[in-house]
């Protein structure tokens, strides 16, 4: 295992579970927003790998690490995204943000509290967004409202993988202390379906998570670029709709994920949200 392309998991941005780059997002800016995707997908395939050593992980994570502080040029994904960031004029920032929430992911198998998954959400989510903010040139102001979206966005991915997580990974994402306070051992999460316990757990998560949604609900209208903004409407659209679905169902035993059918009216109803609501013209150049 020289570099981290060696761990890939032969995943593509058609296999997540939100929209990566999606036809709406305008040509000029899908190269960049592609990069970045490619980046996060290795050092994500690096943290996850199954049998590599923590040390090895790490290694590979500080390699792709310096070859995007231009030190070397030995990780392919990091100097592509290198490159483009230097094009347009931009900091890496962002991207050794995100290389922050896979060293964790390597090392911190649990959390504790909502507030600190919401600190792992810092790193591991919201640079996500703000890459793609950048990208389009779009007002630091919308920052916190794409932070919001994206923290729920990870928690959504979190209560739908939770059983996955936990059996591949041994890694729970769901706070520890909620857990306890609900009487439900970890080990929980091997059963074909959720206790109540568990439920409750996942249920609380839901809401709290609904409420990111409604701090982010505005984020489409503070966004300049027109594509953009129906993409991160879309997205809204479609992690309302899971959190309800959350809270209704068991992702243990019952299937969450949306049918592309089910996606198509989301998009529909997305897009009719945008025409009936103006933009926030103020927000989106403060």
């Given at each position: 295992?020289?570099?981290?392309?060696?761990?890939?998991?032969?995943?593509?941005?058609?296999?997540?579970?939100?929209?990566?780059?999606?036809?709406?997002?305008?040509?000029?800016?899908?190269?960049?927003?592609?990069?970045?995707?490619?980046?996060?997908?290795?050092?994500?395939?690096?943290?996850?790998?199954?049998?590599?050593?923590?040390?090895?992980?790490?290694?590979?994570?500080?390699?792709?690490?310096?070859?995007?502080?231009?030190?070397?040029?030995?990780?392919?994904?990091?100097?592509?995204?290198?490159?483009?960031?230097?094009?347009?004029?931009?900091?890496?920032?962002?991207?050794?943000?995100?290389?922050?929430?896979?060293?964790?992911?390597?090392?911190?198998?649990?959390?504790?509290?909502?507030?600190?998954?919401?600190?792992?959400?810092?790193?591991?989510?919201?640079?996500?967004?703000?890459?793609?903010?950048?990208?389009?040139?779009?007002?630091?102001?919308?920052?916190?409202?794409?932070?919001?979206?994206?923290?729920?966005?990870?928690?959504?991915?979190?209560?739908?993988?939770?059983?996955?997580?936990?059996?591949?990974?041994?890694?729970?994402?769901?706070?520890?202390?909620?857990?306890?306070?609900?009487?439900?051992?970890?080990?929980?999460?091997?059963?074909?379906?959720?206790?109540?316990?568990?439920?409750?757990?996942?249920?609380?998560?839901?809401?709290?998570?609904?409420?990111?949604?409604?701090?982010?609900?505005?984020?489409?209208?503070?966004?300049?670029?027109?594509?953009?903004?129906?993409?991160?409407?879309?997205?809204?659209?479609?992690?309302?709709?899971?959190?309800?679905?959350?809270?209704?169902?068991?992702?243990?035993?019952?299937?969450?994920?949306?049918s592309k059918l089910e996606l198509v009216g989301?998009?529909?109803?997305?897009?009719?949200?945008?025409?009936?609501?103006?933009?926030?013209?103020?927000?989106?150049?403060?």
């Amino acid at each position: 295992m020289n570099v981290a392309a060696d761990l890939s998991s032969g995943k593509g941005h058609r296999d997540e579970n939100f929209p990566v780059a999606s036809w709406l997002i305008a040509r000029r800016h899908r190269t960049p927003v592609m990069a970045f995707y490619r980046f996060a997908r290795t050092a994500d395939d690096v943290a996850d790998h199954p049998t590599a050593t923590a040390r090895e992980k790490l290694r590979l994570l500080e390699q792709m690490r310096a070859t995007l502080s231009g030190k070397h040029d030995k990780d392919a994904p990091a100097l592509a995204l290198r490159r483009q960031l230097d094009e347009r004029r931009l900091p890496p920032t962002h991207a050794l943000d995100l290389l922050e929430a896979f060293r964790r992911d390597v090392v911190k198998p649990r959390y504790e509290s909502w507030d600190e998954l919401m600190d792992y959400c810092r790193y591991s989510a919201a640079p996500v967004g703000r890459m793609v903010l950048d990208i389009h040139g779009e007002s630091q102001s919308t920052w916190s409202a794409n932070d919001a979206l994206c923290a729920a966005l990870q928690v959504i991915n979190h209560l739908q993988d939770c059983a996955k997580d936990y059996r591949e990974l041994d890694r729970v994402y769901l706070p520890t202390e909620q857990l306890a306070a609900a009487g439900v051992p970890v080990e929980a999460l091997r059963e074909k379906t959720a206790s109540p316990g568990l439920r409750l757990v996942i249920t609380t998560l839901a809401r709290r998570t609904a409420e990111l949604l409604a701090v982010s609900r505005p984020f489409a209208g503070q966004i300049r670029d027109r594509r953009l903004r129906a993409e991160v409407a879309f997205i809204q659209r479609i992690a309302e709709d899971l959190v309800g679905r959350l809270a209704a169902r068991d992702p243990l035993s019952e299937r969450v994920h949306h049918s592309k059918l089910e996606l198509v009216g989301l998009g529909a109803s997305a897009l009719g949200r945008l025409l009936r609501e103006p933009r926030d013209s103020a927000a989106a150049t403060r």
